[in-house]
Nanobody, 118 residues
Framework: QVQLVESGGGLVQAGGSLRLSCAASGRTFSNYIMAWFRQAPGKEREFVAYISQLGGRTNYVDVVKGRFTISRDNAKNLVYLQMNSLKPEDTAVYYC???????????WGQGTQVTVSS
């Protein structure tokens, strides 16, 4: 089992920045691909970004490329999502996930709310 706890969400004006953190505990953190997803009101949960086990490979959904950066610190069991140039359409609950393969995530956090005002 892996337990994931997100933090860092909040209210920010358009154009601002936030950094989300996800703390992992349980099994060996570096064994897992880590990802961020988000779910806006009335919409399905969508993939945002993932990072490979040692951090050498990342991928992003097109709408956040150039604005968001995913990173991880395996020594601290943390994964981050740095979000810059935020837009109102980035408003959502953001979830951290851990998995054994890309797009196959077995563990999820409880989510953290990000609200971007215009």
């Amino acid at each position: 089992q892996v337990q994931l706890v997100e933090s860092g969400g909040g209210l920010v004006q358009a154009g601002g920045s936030l950094r989300l953190s996800c703390a992992a505990s349980g099994r060996t953190f570096s064994n897992y691909i880590m990802a961020w997803f988000r779910q806006a009101p009335g919409k399905e949960r969508e993939f945002v970004a993932y990072i490979s086990q040692l951090g050498g490979r990342t991928n992003y959904v097109d709408v956040v490329k150039g604005r968001f950066t995913i990173s991880r610190d395996n020594a601290k069991n943390l994964v981050y999502l740095q979000m810059n140039s935020l837009k109102p359409e980035d408003t959502a609950v953001y979830y951290c996930a851990a998995g054994s393969a890309t797009m196959q995530y077995d563990y999820w956090g409880q989510g953290t709310q990000v609200t971007v005002s215009s």
